[in-house]
Nanobody
């Protein structure tokens, strides 16, 4: 069993940056494909970014391409999401998720383990 805990959220002005972290415990992080999802009030949970177990392959939602970077440090059992040029539309609870096998799916159901989320609020 792997337990995930997000941190790094907060309030930032439009155009600013945040670095989210997801710390894992219970199992080695290298065994899992990791991803970030987000959910705003009244909206569906949506895919943000994902990274393969090795860290070689990364995937981004269209709205994040060019302004975010997902990375992982397996030695620290931590995955990161660096977000730049944030917009009010990025306001949401951001969740860390883990999958036991490699997947290119952007469906939240492909990920079996979830953190509690960290709030990101972007002001105009």
């Amino acid at each position: 069993q792997v337990h995930l805990l997000e941190s790094g959220g907060g309030l930032v002005q439009a155009g600013g940056s945040l670095r989210l972290s997801c710390a894992a415990a219970g199992r080695t992080l290298s065994s899992y494909m990791m991803a970030w999802f987000r959910q705003a009030p009244g909206k569906e949970r949506e895919f943000v970014a994902a990274i393969s177990q090795s860290g070689i392959l990364t995937y981004y939602a269209e709205f994040m391409k060019g302004r975010s970077t997902i990375s992982r440090d397996n030695a620290k059992s931590t995955v990161y999401l660096q977000m730049n040029a944030l917009e009010p539309e990025d306001t949401a609870v951001y969740y860390c998720a883990a999958a036991k096998v490699f997947t290119t799916s952007k469906d939240a159901n492909s990920y079996g383990y979830w953190g509690q989320g960290t709030q990101v609020t972007v002001s105009s």
